[in-house]
C-alpha cells in the first residue's frame, strides 16, 4: 500500500493462485524429497565421495521438514459470501472473497477481531464454535473468516423516555451486512460490538424527538405509534451515519416492540379510554344535534303543529336526552290537553 491510511480505509480484493496446482504439485516435490533424502542417506553410506550426496540430503530434508510445511500453509478455502482478512508482519495484505480453494503467501495471517471476547464478556461472533478438550472444558474455534451475509441484530428491549418523558419499552431490529472488510477489523476494535452498541445509542436519541402518541390538537404530529415507517427510517440513517467507519451497511431497521413502561400502562391506558369515549360523545353529540334540527325544521315546515320558544325549548332538551342517553328512553305518555 502506498498510503498510510489506504489499508483502513481501501479494501484490496486479492487474486489469489489455484490452490489445487500447488497441492498437488508441492505433494509430488515432498514425495520426491523424500525419496531423495532416502537414497542420498544409502549412497552416502557405500559411495566413496559423499560431497554430492550429503547435499542431495541437506536439499531434500530442507523442502521435506521446512518448506514444504510451510507452503501448506498458505493454502485456503472460503466458502461463498466468506472473507479473509490477511496481514503480512502486522500490515494489510489484502482480503479473499472469491468462493473455492486458493493459495496465498505462507506468511500471512487471517485477522479478525470480532473473535476476541468482548467488554461484555460474550464471543458475539456467530461464527465462533466450541469444542471440548481433553478435560471436558469447552474452549472457543477461532474462526478468522468474516460472513458477508445479511445478518440481524436483535438487542435488548430498552426503557427510554419519549418527548413528552413519559418512559416507554422499544426494540428494533436491524439488518446489516459487512461491505468493507478492510474497515470492519482495522477501524474497529469489534464491529459486532460496535454495531450493538451505536444501534442503542441512535434508538435513545431518535425516540426521545417523538412522543409516543400523537395529541388531539396536532393531527399532522409525527408519533411513534402512528409513523412507525418514518421512525424506521431515521433509524436507518442514523446508524448507517455512525457505522459508516466500520465498513458496514445498514440495510433495514425495524421498531419489533413498542408500549409504555409497566409503571405508567395502567394510567395510559385510561387515559386512552377516556380519550375514546369522549370522540365517541363528541360524534353522538353531533348526529342528536343534526336529528333535532331536522326534527323542528321538518315540524315547522309541514305544519304540523305550533311551538312556542318555551316548547320547542323542551322538545330539544328531551330529544337531547334520548338520544344521547346510553340507555334506552322509558316513554312517557301524556293523556292531558295540549296546554
Known amino acids: 500500500m502506498s498510503s498510510k491510511n489506504a489499508s483502513v480505509e481501501q479494501e484490496v480484493v486479492l487474486k489469489a493462485n489455484n490452490g489445487m496446482v500447488i497441492l498437488i504439485l508441492n505433494t509430488l516435490l515432498i514425495i520426491a524429497s523424500l525419496v531423495g533424502f532416502i537414497y542420498g542417506i544409502n549412497q552416502s553410506i557405500v559411495a566413496s565421495n559423499t560431497t554430492l550426496w550429503v547435499i542431495l ?35 494489510y495484505y489484502g482480503t479473499l472473497k472469491d468462493p473455492g480453494f486458493f493459495f496465498v503467501n505462507p506468511f500471512v495471517a487471517g485477522f479478525n477481531p470480532s473473535t476476541r471476547t468482548t467488554s461484555s464478556g460474550k464471543l458475539l461472533n456467530d461464527l465462533a464454535t ?31 423516555n419519549d418527548q413528552l418523558g413519559n418512559p416507554i419499552i422499544i426494540g428494533i431490529v436491524v439488518i446489516w451486512r ?6 470492519a477489523v482495522f477501524n474497529v476494535d469489534n464491529f459486532t460490538e460496535y454495531l450493538s452498541i451505536q444501534t442503542d445509542a441512535a434508538l435513545r436519541n431518535i425516540v426521545s424527538q417523538y412522543p409516543y402518541d400523537s395529541s388531539d390538537s396536532e393531527d399532522n404530529e409525527k408519533s411513534l405509534r402512528g409513523s412507525s415507517r418514518e421512525i424506521a427510517d431515521k433509524l436507518k440513517d442514523e446508524i448507517q451515519a455512525k457505522v459508516e467507519i466500520a465498513g458496514l451497511e445498514i440495510m433495514e431497521a425495524r421498531i419489533t416492540h413498542l408500549s409504555y413502561a409497566q409503571e405508567i400502562a395502567a394510567a ?19 348526529g342528536a344535534v343534526g336529528m333535532v334540527e331536522m326534527a323542528l325544521a321538518k315540524l315547522s315546515e309541514n305544519d304540523i303543529v305550533e311551538l312556542d320558544e318555551e316548547r320547542k325549548a323542551a322538545m330539544v332538551s328531551n330529544l337531547l336526552v334520548v338520544l344521547c342517553g346510553n340507555r334506552d328512553a322509558q316513554p312517557i305518555v301524556n293523556s292531558g290537553s295540549l296546554y
Request: positive net charge.
Open 268 to 286: 395510559m391506558l385510561q387515559r386512552q379510554q377516556a380519550s375514546a369515549i369522549i370522540d365517541a360523545r363528541q360524534m353522538i353529540v353531533e
Open 130 to 160: 466450541t469444542k471440548p478438550t481433553v478435560q471436558g472444558v469447552n474452549v472457543p474455534l477461532v474462526n478468522k473468516k468474516i460472513s458477508l451475509k445479511a445478518m440481524t441484530l436483535n438487542n435488548d428491549k430498552q426503557k427510554i
Open 57 to 91: 540430503i541437506i536439499v531434500s530434508a530442507l523442502y521435506l521438514f521446512v518448506v514444504g510445511p510451510i507452503l501448506y500453509m498458505g493454502l485456503k478455502v472460503l466458502k461463498p459470501n466468506e472473507a479473509l482478512v490477511l496481514t503480512l508482519f502486522g500490515r
Open 178 to 183: 459487512v461491505v468493507n472488510t478492510a474497515k
